[in-house]
């Protein structure tokens, strides 16, 4: 009996070794050294479930736009920094470095376009919209007028730019600006203190609008604006 348990304690040992030796697989690679080094830059967790934003933003719009667009710019610039300084630096230091740079053009569209969509997505809420309170609409009501007239003049904005673009509220010192940008060039590239944002891309609008920019605009506007995320940006 006891020759049994020794011989039984002899396999364990041996066992135990070529597992320590050469990995659980049994390939000689330990798992340490299969482990994927991590990438620069991670597609950052939406701030709500991809349902919250229906009916104006379907869940089925939030699993192309945010899970394969975003998720894109973000695995493109991975590969586009790798083993450069840059992927050390945050999304808005490269968007600002890169801007207008020649042969950076792939990483600024990148950068910027990682950047934008995550702050649309903040920049959105269930049950949001409509007129805002405190200095914000002090600061409206300063800017352009009335609620009413911001409110025009944004939808209008969102409605003129050509092709694909985003549409900003944007603070300069104590008044607030709407600036429209091409593709994927930012604010935040130009010096501008961002509020809030709106795709204009035809991805972000049109598998529940189609055509129809100006009911996505009018949704985003009435039904999904963050004010207090806004408030939250003011210098």
């Avoid at 990148?110 to 049950?127: E, G």
Wanted: charged content about 20%; aromatic content about 14%; hydrophobic content about 40%.
């Amino acid at each position: 009996m006891k020759s049994y348990i020794i011989k039984v304690f002899r396999v364990l040992v041996v066992f135990a070794l070529s597992d320590f030796i050469f990995g659980s697989d049994g390939t000689g690679n330990s798992s340490a050294q299969t482990v994927q080094p991590k990438s620069a830059f991670q597609l950052q967790p939406l701030p709500y479930e991809q349902n919250a934003l229906e009916p104006y933003i379907s869940a089925k719009t939030m699993s192309f736009h945010y899970g394969k667009h975003h998720q894109a710019y973000v695995d493109n610039l991975n590969k586009l920094v790798a083993g450069i300084p840059m992927a050390d630096q945050t999304l808005e230091k490269i968007a600002k470095e890169t801007t207008g740079v020649a042969d950076k053009i792939a990483i600024f569209n990148n950068a910027a376009q990682a950047w934008n969509h995550s702050f649309f997505w903040r920049s959105m809420k269930p049950d949001g919209g409509g007129k805002p309170a405190g200095r914000l609409l002090q600061l409206i009501e300063k800017s352009f007028g009335s609620y009413e007239k911001f409110r025009s003049d944004f939808t209008d904005a969102a409605v003129s730019q050509f092709g694909s673009g985003w549409v900003w509220l944007v603070q300069e010192e104590d008044s607030l600006r709407i600036v429209k940008t091409s593709n994927a060039d930012t604010s935040i590239a130009h010096g501008k203190n961002v509020l809030l944002v709106c795709d204009v891309w035809e991805h972000a609008y049109y598998l529940d609008y189609q055509n129809r920019r100006k009911d996505f605009v009018v949704a985003f506007l009435d039904h999904l604006m963050n004010w207090d995320f806004a408030a939250s940006q003011l210098k």
